[in-house]
């Protein structure tokens, strides 16, 4: 019951130390198999939080699956020449899919709460990180048949010849883009990501707009309730 009441603060923490490591193109810190586990659980993790309704549970435990096995075997079971750029693209598009749903599922939570909670805030804050997660996986679709979409700096660390590389860089790119913050480490140089990056800094304010208005208005619909009974 206390796991339930507070599933979005466990969430959450998972989802910014899967943040953190795939920060490492390398896996530097915990090594690609503890890594890889990590983040595997913490898929496992968004599929059991934020899915509740049957039909979105089949859709997002098919995505699931498919991300965690496809993830698994491009170093552990496959050979390295069994068309890796296939293996990358249905990667992407679970992981998208995945991701992007539950970014909705929980936008949608927040518009149909008529009571909010402190977890529900921390809900809002799971659906940003979901939602750079998400166009994340965008952008490295778009590079996987656009190879060169991106410049990288000399002095980033990663680069977009490695699997854990390629993570890495989106993901810096996708928060940095999201947050309005940017960076000239990497630069969108090719259409369609110049035009995606500054759609997803608009989807970025849009975002803390409107959540923080619904839940501002929610809060203040429930005060006003509370008096009127009083």
């Known amino acids: 019951m206390t796991l339930r009441k507070y599933k979005h603060a466990i969430l959450l923490a998972a989802l910014v130390l899967v943040a953190l490591i795939q920060s490492f193109p390398h896996r530097l810190v915990l090594g690609p198999v503890a890594s890889d586990l990590f983040i595997s659980m913490s898929r496992l993790l968004v599929f059991l939080i934020v899915f509740e309704r049957r039909v979105s549970r089949i859709v ?80 490295s679709l778009i590079e996987t048949f656009v190879p060169g979409s991106f410049s990288v700096g000399s002095g980033f660390g990663a680069e977009l010849d490695t699997w854990h590389g390629t993570i890495a860089v989106m993901n810096y790119v996708s928060l940095g883009s999201l947050t309005s913050v940017g960076s000239g480490a990497v630069v969108p140089v090719r259409p369609p990501v110049t035009m995606l990056t500054t759609l997803e800094a608009v989807f970025g304010q849009f975002y803390i707009a409107i959540v923080v208005a619904q839940l501002v208005g929610a809060r203040l619909s429930r005060a006003i309730e509370r008096d009127k009974s009083s």
Do not use: K, M
């Open 60 to 139: 997002a435990f098919v995505a699931t699956c498919v991300a965690i096995i496809l993830d698994w075997a491009h170093f552990y079971v496959l050979p390295p020449s069994y068309h890796p750029v296939l293996i990358a693209v249905v990667y992407h598009a679970a992981s998208l899919l995945l991701l992007g749903f539950a970014t909705i599922v929980i936008l949608r939570n927040i518009f149909e709460q008529h009571v909010v909670r402190y977890d529900d805030v921390l809900g809002a804050v799971c659906g940003y990180l979901l939602a750079a997660g998400a166009w994340s996986n965008i952008f």
